[in-house]
């Protein structure tokens, strides 16, 4: 019986406007997105490539004397994804500059290659489409499921035969779900074919499953407003006064609370200002100025590399671990911020659902921190490539830290000069998450996606049961 | 008759479940917006005194004019109140510099403190009436026809001798009178919450632009009532209407901004900036290599030391207790490097305008594809009637470097360039030769320069001798900083009432009220052969 209501259900919408409608709406956004972001793809997959030869240049200028490559200052960009045609995750406005040296690295900065004329709009990525127009007609088809059945007398008509009314909501809901399938899936197809048909992007198996499993998070997603539009069309009696309760509660959920997410983390999780942060990291090294006797006899003097050279690289260390504690300390207080954003506006499926995808796609906030994070392992193995290369050189004094200027390190032997492979030195390279460990990332996510599920299908379950039909 | 159909529709919209949830969701939202950017305006404002008073110490403690590089700090603007425009992401800061226009304005507004959170969007009083005001629009009105036409009350009217125009205005008429009230309650909402914060002060012309920005939204609605409207007297169900009318309103409002955008990104390319980079820094060695030229031609001053010498970028330079001859040679320097320096700036602003205008071209072309959409049409109209539209930017960017120029023609006028004011405070009386100051530096151990370097040579150059006596006048702060009066200063205009609101502005409101004039003539056309049975 379940099979012939789920029939009748994909039947009346195959045929109905909204289905037409809708239908065209997404399949054209969905092909005009995926032939944007092929453009856009190129342009910046180019950029990518002149900036980190460049970087690299810069750093095989460096291998001459071993302590040239310590005093090198490497750029590093973020790499453009294939993914991002899923989730953009709002990558032209967050930090795409990374600069670092051995042992400091700085705030990452937004080189804004995007035009400071335009206003700040979201890419027509998958996961804008699916999050505001998909959610909506979600909406659309499901806002007059029970009381539209009501207004024509076909709910009593129904219930009239043996057929209990749980067996009525599982119908309408998966006639519901497949049939926005239809639309969904084939925008995604048409996407997907317009960006694997451009030769430059190569989606690998790896890439392939997080597109699954962004296609499968959508479906989570989609399923939530289909509860809620049968949850709220079986508490009302009129399909109109759904309509008008849905449309508002969408704006709410989908407009209004994810806009709201950046006052909500100004004003609850207030963080110094950048300016306060400088000051503190000069307060800090000035006090390891005064204190410089403390690393030794004339470790502060102007020639303390003569005088006294480990106390010197003790003295600068400190410098450079003080500013180092400083400047990690404020960037988590970034991301504590943005994350308080993030939690506030949780109310919001569409901010759970943009978040998980995001994370699996591997873009937005949490892979700027991620880069971070492997920033810092890259200067770790770097300054150990240093070391190893430091000990084979007999007359190096072996001490490894930042100098204060090219000066000292070309006069001083703290670090030994000779000529270094270049082919040996260690690359920067950006590294994916793996399948797995953004799904674990995103476990909470899809958990609180479940629950949004249970809780609508729990709730248009009871008010069912209830629902009179006459 | 026309009074008592509009009546009867005020009435029936102002029972409904719509209009109460309408006025809910405004009187929640709008105050809470308004709130929050009155607290950003306070906080942009702190900022401004901060910045002011850092420029205007940097312009009142200045000993020579080649460290006269002033700094115009704008203001941050009230009317962004409503209407954020781009102010959020072009800075406020402009300094003045001999070698380059100012192409960008920098400062906090343009680099949030925090570069993380630009994953959210931010929304303002205008973005909460283009979205929530067009929604009510179209909920008020895409029944009006099918919902009397189902119910029967229609042929009723019609079997009358009631004209069919009248019916319609009466209803456009009564959709006014509902939202009317809504919209007068936000605009007075705010105003009291605006009024109530003393930080903000609003000059009359603003008073008159905020009027004025009443009327346009009450513009905007029309457009979305008139659409409401057409798409009723097209269909026969309610049902159907509403769903067209939402298709509608998720075009205009969504799509259609974020398409513009996204399009224009991808399809319009713009200058890569470090090109720009790379341009600038080219002329920047040309200009150095012409420079080095010219100053291997001088004859070398007879004596390089100098006891106080401070330098730094764009030519800034500052000297005292050097040689005459050392003054000359740089002055010299001078009267050959800044007027370079001003021409190669034309030079590089060849560039810097190239680049300018492909960012300029990529904006346009996202603004005509965004024009399609009426809320678009309108969120441009209150940007520039707010003044944080592009358009007044780049007004604000012409004025400085209006100013540029203006303070470059006071140099040249004054001959400063070619004096040694420039970049000594010292007088030129006071100006000594070598062997003067050999002499009274030494205490009259040697009489000559020539004497001291043969001791010095023998004595690993020591400067021990020279360290015994010292001469007045060869320190900076011996000297009282410039008396800048005579500088021109950049005033910020005045603006009165409709300054700066042109044709483009004009045009964009006479777009709006032509789009809601067809949209009228269509709903009524259509709803003049509307099968009312």
Not at chain 1, 60 to 81: A, D, F, G, S
Not at chain 1, 92 to 103: E, G
Not at chain 1, 159 to 183: D, E, N
Not at chain 2, 370 to 377: D, G, H, K, R, T
Request: hydrophobic share 45%; proline share 4%; net charge positive.
């Amino acid at each position: 019986m379940i099979r012939n209501i789920i029939g009748k259900e994909i039947l009346k919408y195959l045929l109905s406007l909204r289905f037409m409608l809708s239908l065209l709406l997404i399949i054209s956004l969905f092909a005009t997105g995926g032939f944007m972001f092929v453009g856009k793809h190129r342009q910046e997959s180019n950029d990518y490539w002149r900036d980190t030869n460049r970087n690299l240049s810069s750093l095989r200028e460096h291998t001459n004397h071993l302590y040239e490559l310590v005093t090198c200052r490497q750029v590093v960009w973020r790499r453009p994804k294939p993914l991002s045609i899923c989730a953009e995750g709002f990558e032209n406005t967050l930090p795409d500059r990374f600069s670092f040296d051995p042992f400091t690295w700085d705030l990452p900065e937004v080189r804004s290659r995007s035009n400071f004329l335009l206003p700040h709009f979201s890419d027509i990525d998958w996961v804008f489409t699916i999050s505001l127009i998909v959610s909506f007609v979600a909406l659309l088809l499901t806002y007059d499921s029970i009381c539209g059945e009501k207004q024509t007398g076909t709910l009593r008509l129904m219930l009239a035969g043996s057929i209990p009314r749980h067996k009525v909501l599982l119908g309408k809901y998966i006639g519901a779900m497949l049939t926005i399938g239809i639309p969904l899936l084939s925008g995604l197809i048409i996407s997907l074919i317009v960006v694997v048909s451009y030769r430059a992007i190569n989606i690998d198996t790896g890439q392939w499953f997080k597109i699954l499993t962004i296609v499968l998070l959508s479906f989570l997603y989609l399923s939530i407003f289909i509860l809620s539009g049968i949850f709220i069309s079986s508490l009302s009696h009129k399909p109109a006064s759904s309509m008008v309760v849905l449309l508002l509660v969408w704006v709410g959920l989908v407009i209004l609370i994810p806009s709201f997410g950046r006052i909500i983390a100004g004003t609850f999780h207030k963080i110094p200002a950048r300016v306060d942060m400088e000051n503190r990291v000069s307060e800090a090294i000035k006090q390891i100025r005064e204190n410089s006797e403390k690393f030794g006899p004339g470790a502060g003097s102007w020639n303390s590399y003569n005088d006294n050279p480990p106390a010197a690289a003790k003295y600068y260390s400190a410098q450079v671990n003080a500013r180092n504690t400083i400047t990690d300390e404020y960037l988590q207080q970034m991301v504590g911020q943005a994350k308080t954003g993030r939690y506030f506006t949780c109310i919001s499926p569409a901010i759970i659902y943009q978040r998980a995808s995001e994370t699996i796609a591997g873009v937005g906030v949490y892979r700027v921190v991620d880069l971070c994070r492997q920033i810092k392992r890259y200067q770790e193995s770097f300054k150990e490539f240093v070391r190893s290369r430091d000990a084979e050189d007999p007359d190096s004094l072996h001490l490894l830290f930042q100098f204060p200027s090219d000066w000292v390190a070309e006069n001083w032997h703290a670090i030994s000069d000779e000529r270094v492979d270049f082919d040996h030195v260690p690359k920067f390279q950006e590294r994916d998450l793996a399948l797995g460990q953004s799904l674990k990332l995103t476990i909470w996510d899809i958990g609180l996606l479940a629950l949004f599920n249970l809780v609508f299908f729990a709730a248009s379950f009871i008010s069912f049961l209830r629902y009179d039909v006459r | 008759m026309l009074w008592k159909i509009a009546k009867k529709e005020f009435l029936l919209n102002l029972v409904s479940a719509r209009f109460v949830i309408g006025f809910l969701l405004c009187l929640f939202l709008i105050p809470f917006t308004v709130m929050v950017n009155i607290d950003d305006y306070d906080s942009r404002m702190r900022v401004y005194r901060v910045d002011k008073a850092n420029a205007e110490n940097s312009f009142k403690y200045v000993r020579v004019y080649s460290y006269l590089r002033p700094e115009v700090v704008k203001p941050p603007e009230p009317l962004g109140i409503f209407c954020r425009g781009i102010s959020g992401n072009v800075g406020s800061r402009v300094k003045i510099w001999l070698g380059e226009k100012p192409l960008f304005a920098t400062g906090k507004a343009a680099i949030h403190d925090n570069p993380l959170l630009n994953s959210f969007f931010s929304i303002d009083f205008i973005d909460i009436i283009a979205i929530v005001m067009s929604l009510l629009a179209l909920i008020f009105t895409y029944d009006a026809c099918t919902r009397e036409k189902e119910e029967g009350t229609l042929k009723l009217q019609l079997s009358n001798s009631l004209s069919r125009h009248k019916i319609l205005l009466g209803k456009v008429l009564g959709v006014y009178l509902t939202i009317l009230p809504i919209v007068l309650f936000c605009y007075i909402l705010s105003t009291i919450l605006i009024l109530h914060s003393p930080n903000i002060s609003f000059s009359a012309g603003d008073w008159g632009r905020i009027i004025l920005l009443f009327f346009l939204s009450l513009l905007y609605f029309t457009v979305f009532i008139f659409i409401g409207l057409l798409i009723s007297t097209r269909l026969k169900s309610s049902i159907t209407s509403i769903i067209v009318c939402l298709f509608f309103w998720v075009f205009f409002v969504f799509i259609v901004p974020n398409l513009a955008v996204y399009m224009a990104e991808s399809l319009k390319k713009v200058q890569s900036y470090d090109n720009l980079q790379y341009g600038l820094q080219d002329l920047n060695k040309e200009f150095q290599n012409k420079c080095d030229e010219y100053y291997k031609k001088l004859e070398t001053p007879d004596w390089g030391m100098n006891w106080n010498h401070t330098w730094d970028t764009d030519g800034r330079r500052i000297l005292a207790g050097c040689t005459k001859s050392k003054m000359e040679h740089w002055r010299k320097k001078f009267v050959f490097s800044e007027p370079l320096r001003v021409d190669y700036a034309d030079k590089k602003w060849n560039l810097q305008k190239a680049y300018l205008d492909s960012l300029d071209q990529q904006r346009n072309f996202a603004e005509m594809i965004s024009l399609i959409s009426p809320s678009e049409m309108f969120r441009l109209v209150c940007a520039s009637l707010c003044r944080t539209d592009v358009a007044s930017h780049y007004r604000f960017m012409d004025r400085v470097r209006r100013y540029r120029d203006e303070l470059i023609d006071f140099l040249r006028d004054r001959n400063i360039f070619s004096s040694f004011i420039y970049f000594t405070p010292q007088p030129q009386e006071t100006f000594m030769s070598a062997d003067e100051i050999v002499r009274i530096r030494t205490g009259g151990e040697f009489n000559t320069l020539q004497e001291y370097n043969q001791w010095a040579k023998a004595h690993n150059w020591s400067l021990a001798p020279l360290r015994k006596v010292d001469i007045t006048g060869t320190t900076f702060g011996e000297y009282p900083f410039l008396d800048l009066s005579d500088v021109p200063v950049f005033r910020g205009k005045s603006e009165n009432l409709l300054a700066g609101l042109k044709q483009v502005f004009l045009k964009k409101v006479a777009g709006l009220i032509i789009v809601s004039v067809i949209f009228f003539y269509l709903s009524f056309l259509s709803f003049l052969r509307y099968d009312v049975r």
